[in-house]
């Protein structure tokens, strides 16, 4: 049973912009915080952005001021509005709880980003 589906990497220049999607299944997305985080060729998969159940937001500093985590809990969606991006932004992005807890991971989406 698929539960977590990301949607909307792309290839694009540095400073450019991409809006990606993650549809969850109701069980994972009711009333839990969500995330998107991220894993870079030879690193560690790191915490993007996340959202409360209220709309409350956390940002990694890199990203901060660039980045916007929302979502829509009529639809069971979170999206991550990615603009000015960077070099280093380079990864296979994934979405997931930001509980103590986390579902089993989706597929991610590539976002690369070059000069």
């Known amino acids: 049973q698929v539960q977590l589906v990301e949607s909307g990497g792309d290839s694009v220049q540095t400073g450019g912009s991409l809006r990606l999607s993650c549809a969850a299944s109701?069980?994972?997305?009711?009333?839990?915080?969500m995330g998107w985080y991220r894993q870079a060729p030879g690193k560690q998969r790191e915490l993007v952005a996340s959202i409360t159940i209220g709309g409350g937001t956390y940002y990694l500093g890199s990203v901060k001021g660039r980045f916007t985590i929302s979502r829509d809990n009529a639809k069971n969606m979170v999206y991550l509005q990615m603009n000015n991006l960077k070099f280093e932004d380079t990864a296979v992005y994934y979405c997931n709880l930001a509980e103590d807890w986390l579902a089993d991971w989706g597929r991610g989406t590539q976002v690369t980003v070059s000069s």
């Open positions: 109701r069980t994972i997305f009711s009333g839990n915080a």
